[in-house]
């Protein structure tokens, strides 16, 4: 896990030409996403067909990444971050709980950019696997340059689930997706890129990373 400072992060949406200014507090972030061997060891589950225990595990939907991430705090002693609704349609963030969970959406960008101001923290080539350079497949985790914080993969070879809503008024339910995944044009692999699905969306770009609240 690594300590991701405070700071300030503006937020900016082109569907809907809106930006929007939001404070970090400092957290802790996985250095790379959550791999294959990572997610069976704490589930059992082998999801997806990609090879290797090194790749980022995909043809994983968020309700799986919340529920990893309670499955994970558990094995380690922590108290679970998410509190499911006995129906099983929604979830509760218990924001004073010191087990894992899925980074916000603010918190993803912020840690994304390391202090970076433009739309990469370096040339795409070098940092990220995306449509121009990964044969169209998914690669092991931490084979390109990390950012100035030591997070690796932050934009390209899968997507990332954060905890937020996308827009309830216009897409309900649906929950954002960040980074760009190894199927995406150049484009698509920037620090402020936004997407959506639906919570049970599953396919071979998406995956997660884990984040963790530090005691305030």
């Known amino acids: 896990m690594v300590a991701v400072p405070r700071g300030r992060v ?15 507090a400092p957290f802790e972030l996985a250095a790379v996403p959550v791999t294959r061997s990572w997610y069976a060891e704490v589930t059992g589950e082998r999801p997806g067909n990609a090879a290797g225990g090194r790749t980022p595990v995909v043809d994983v939907s968020w309700w799986d990444a919340i529920r990893f991430c309670n499955a994970l705090s558990r094995q380690q002693g922590l108290r679970p971050a998410y509190h499911e609704h006995a129906d099983g349609a929604d979830v509760e963030w218990d924001t004073t709980a010191d087990g894992y969970r ?10 994304c950019r390391a202090g970076s101001t433009g739309p990469r923290y370096g040339p795409l080539d070098e940092i990220a696997w995306y449509r121009g ?12 340059r990390p950012n100035a914080w030591g997070l690796h993969d932050m934009l390209g070879n899968a997507w990332d689930w954060c905890w937020d809503h996308y827009d309830t008024e216009v897409y309900g339910s649906y929950r954002v997706l960040r980074g760009g995944g190894w ?23 998406v995956g997660f990373r884990v984040a963790r609240s530090l005691p305030g």
């Open 183 to 205: 199927f995406d044009e150049h484009w698509s692999c920037r620090a402020s890129v936004r997407r959506r699905s639906h919570p049970r969306f599953r396919s071979d770009d």
């Open 133 to 144: 350079n990964s044969g169209e497949r998914v690669h092991d985790v931490g084979g390109r």
């Open 102 to 111: 899925l980074p916000t959406e603010a918190e993803w960008e912020h840690a």
């Open 10 to 24: 503006r937020l900016s949406d082109r569907r809907t030409r809106r930006d929007w200014t939001l404070a970090v």
